[in-house]
């Protein structure tokens, strides 16, 4: 678990999260965290980085960049954070992911479909830093390799 990554932006970004009920008080004590506090926009997506990049859900991901857009144009984002969680259901129903616990091919899967979106965000935005992350369930963060 971090306590803070290692630099805290001193520019506005944006959060893409999942929308778990379980983890909302959590998400804003992780951003309060790291010195974020009411400088970032908030898009939150079934799956995180899943919602916003899964082929079947075209009208997700075309949600998620025009709030991106959006977000550059109001607020001057310079970067955009991934949330990840573990035990998503959204892995769960649209890719038929279960993940015990402790399993450590679920960072990877998560990894793996940020990466993704990343190459995504650089394809359109490539002046727009990425970085993702992982919760667990009890609000611990973990900065994932993408
Ligand atoms: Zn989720």
Known sequence: MISSPPHTPVQNILLLSCMDLRLLDETVAFMDRIGMTNRYDHVILAGASLGASY???????????????????????????????????AYRKLLGLVFGEHDETEALAHAEVASRLKSQIRDRHPDLGVRAFLMDLSGGVTELAI
């Open 55 to 89: 082929d079947g859900l075209p009208h997700w991901g075309q949600t998620f960049w025009d709030h991106v857009d959006i977000a550059r144009e109001l607020h001057d984002i310079r970067e955009i954070y991934i949330l990840e969680h573990s035990q998503c259901g």
